[in-house]
């Protein structure tokens, strides 16, 4: 089963998702965060988020990419992968090259789907950054693009698709 | 108070008017908050201020959704989405509704 929870940045989406987590009938939770620290800033975030999760029984696993080889769930197992906007980056731009859409695309919902046919639920945050109207160089376009694409993909896959605003959660 | 959130040119002024004709106004919140950031003032001292102004009578809290695009590149813009985004969040949970306007249109979320 998949969830995706989707939402602009600071609206709430992570503390949704952990609730929704934490609220499933799942024995076994784990939270597989892909953001890649790097500068102060990051730390921080990854900091607010890990206080965030504290006391909530999350096993954490840290993992920008390649996410298929993060876990070796059972039945009885929920993951929360957090986040695929930072995912489709650390795709994107690893072993010293840049990737095509087409390549990360197909690249992630294959890690997805062996992911998710090992795990009872597989709750998927994801960021939406395609509405400030304003025109980026061709690789952040090429960014959006795989996304955007990613973003769809898993929606369709998806028993359930929730967009937050302003922390509430609204069933799309 | 009601909270009503969307993008930029959704028409959620106008759809405050035609469903809250007799509230009082707070418009354009994201820009006030721009403004307090500007001034020094964290999270919690622009969320007091706020809750203080609308304590009385009936209030429309009107703000542009920022939150929705790729991370600025200017760290004052970052702050600035961020301290939006999580006070909205707080003003939410006070809210009795809140409507979320696109193309004019309003849903109801709370």
Redesign the interface.
């Known amino acids: 089963m998949i969830t995706l929870i989707y939402?602009?940045?600071?609206?709430?989406k992570s503390s949704y998702a952990e609730d929704y987590v934490c609220n499933s009938k799942y024995k076994n939770k784990y939270y597989l965060a892909t953001m890649k620290s790097g500068d102060k800033?990051t730390e921080e975030r990854i900091k607010r988020h890990r206080s965030m999760r504290q006391g909530k029984d999350f096993v954490t696993v840290e993992l920008p990419y390649d996410i298929v080889n993060a876990i070796e769930p059972d039945a009885d197992s929920i993951i929360l992968l957090e986040c695929m906007s930072n995912l489709v980056a650390n795709e994107m731009f690893r072993d010293g090259k840049i990737n095509k859409a087409s390549y990360i695309v197909d690249k992630i919902l294959k890690d997805i789907n062996e992911l998710e046919a090992k795990a009872g639920s597989l709750v998927i945050v994801s960021n939406?950054?395609?509405?400030?109207?304003?025109q980026?160089d061709e690789t952040?376009k090429e960014y959006?693009r795989a996304l955007g694409e990613v973003n769809a993909k898993i929606a369709q896959m998806a028993d359930k698709a929730v967009e937050v605003?302003?922390?509430?959660g609204?069933e799309r | 108070m009601i909270l009503i959130v969307g993008g930029s040119y959704q028409g959620k002024t106008e759809f405050a008017r035609t469903e809250f004709p007799n509230a009082k106004y707070f418009n354009q919140f994201h820009l006030f908050v721009k403004k307090r950031i500007s001034e020094g003032k964290n999270n919690s001292e622009i969320l007091s201020e706020i809750r203080d102004v609308i304590s009385d009578g009936q209030w429309v809290i009107i703000s542009d959704e920022i939150g929705n695009g790729i991370v600025p590149m200017d760290e004052a813009d970052r702050t600035w989405r961020e301290v939006c985004g999580r006070i909205m969040i707080e003003l939410a949970k006070d809210a009795t509704e809140v409507y979320r306007v696109v193309c004019g249109i309003g849903q109801r979320i709370k």
């Open positions: 939402g602009g940045s600071s609206s709430g800033e939406d950054v395609f509405e400030d109207g304003l980026y952040t959006l605003i302003v922390g509430i609204v």
